[in-house]
């Protein structure tokens, strides 16, 4: 993967040496198509490099599946569903960083649901286990 990544980058630096001060017109469509697709596949090997972070971090990728729940809660039309699933987290998880990121996504959604007391409380709540663990 290292060395495709390289490969493309030398096209790409390759290509990017064109005469940057000639109008766009000068340069062959050939060579134009050929950076666009560089420029393409640079960004699908990050996307994919990006997945296998997330998948090989568990934390990481547990904080990918709550948003996924929330999106698919959304578009179905049952956001305030997706509370019971941040509040689940927050009780069973230890990993703080997973906590936090369950208690603000929690916040959120009670802010964004008209829970606004609720949603006060339960950042407040984090708030304090955040304090207590910096000292």
Known sequence: MKIVKLVI?????N????????????????V??????LGLMD????????MNDVS???TKAAIMQMFK???????????????????A?????KDPALRNAATIMLGDLLKETGQADEAI????????ENVKRAK
Do not use: C, H, W
Request: proline share 4%; glycine share 6%.
């Open 69 to 87: 729940i929330q999106e698919i809660y959304e578009q179905r039309g049952e956001k305030a569903k997706a509370a019971e699933v941040f509040r």
């Open 121 to 128: 409380r339960t950042l407040r709540s984090g708030l304090l």
């Open 89 to 93: 987290v927050i009780k069973e998880a």
């Open 43 to 50: 960004q699908f090997y990050g996307i994919v490099g990006s």
């Open 32 to 37: 134009q198509k050929m950076s666009a697709f």
């Open 56 to 58: 090989n971090d568990p």
């Open 15 to 30: 290509v990017s040496l064109i005469d940057s001060s000639k109008a766009n017109d000068n340069v062959p469509p050939e």
């Open 9 to 13: 980058l030398v096209l790409i630096l």
